[in-house]
């Protein structure tokens, strides 16, 4: 299994925003809260812990 504490390269950012990007369309604008919502548990659980979990929504929040 691969360190879930090691951050990713900007590449693999890239990655992770392009293949968001491509998987939010066939969610359809109606649906992509939800999606988006249904994504963030799913990383939630693999997470494992509810106050870094936290942490993050706290930094999404930032600048918005």
């Keep these: 299994m691969d360190n ?11 990655a992770v ?4 990007a491509r998987a939010i369309e066939p969610a359809g604008t109606d649906k992509t809260e ?3 919502v249904k994504l963030a548990l799913l990383n939630a659980n693999l997470l494992g ?3 870094r979990f936290q942490q993050y929504l706290q930094a ?3 600048d918005m």
């Design 4 to 14: 879930p504490n090691k951050a990713l390269t900007s590449p693999g950012l890239e």
């Design 60 to 62: 999404a929040l930032q």
């Design 34 to 36: 939800q999606f988006l």
């Design 17 to 20: 925003y392009d293949s968001l």
């Design 49 to 51: 812990h509810p106050k």
